[in-house]
């Protein structure tokens, strides 16, 4: 099965040390789009270089934004691709925001990075993830290795 577009992106704001990436689910409070990927950056430039990556390996997949906002000023740079809506923030702009108090009724994804997973492994108690298809939509059980 092929990996939920969210995880690609959080992969790839992730290799560009994007901070506090959070992915939240947002399928059974609204139809437009099903996940959020929020992160922050400490500068535009780090911030365009987030966009960037996300934008190069979600073409790998085949998938180009809809929309792509903010880029320019690199505050605040929004990702649209349908189902998935990627925020790119420079730090005081999100707290201005607050996506996430916003969207407090979505259910966070948790996001276990390879760092925690491989301690984990280390120690004898690998992480594993499960998904499976059910009746269109992605179930997960336990964390999501990312």
Not at 27 to 40: G, P, Q, V
Not at 79 to 84: N, P, V
Not at 99 to 122: C, F, G, M, P, S
Request: one cysteine or more; charged letters at 25%; hydrophobic letters at 40%.
């Amino acid at each position: 099965m092929t990996e939920p577009s969210w995880v690609t992106a959080v992969r790839a704001a992730q290799a560009k040390k994007a901070l506090d990436v959070v992915v939240l689910d947002l399928r059974e409070i609204t139809s437009f789009a099903d996940h959020f990927l929020i992160c922050t950056g400490t500068n535009p430039r780090q911030n365009q270089a987030v966009s960037d990556e996300i934008y190069l390996q979600m073409k790998q997949r085949g998938e180009l934004p809809v929309s792509v906002e903010g880029y320019d000023n690199g505050e605040w740079i929004l990702l649209d691709y349908g189902d998935m809506i990627c925020h790119i923030f420079l730090d005081r702009t999100r707290t201005y925001y607050d996506l996430e108090r916003l969207w407090r009724h979505a259910k966070r994804v948790e996001l276990v990075t390879d760092a925690i997973r491989h301690l984990n492994e280390a120690d004898g108690r690998a992480m594993t993830t499960e998904f499976e298809a059910a009746g269109g939509k992605l179930v997960t059980t336990g964390s999501i290795l990312i």
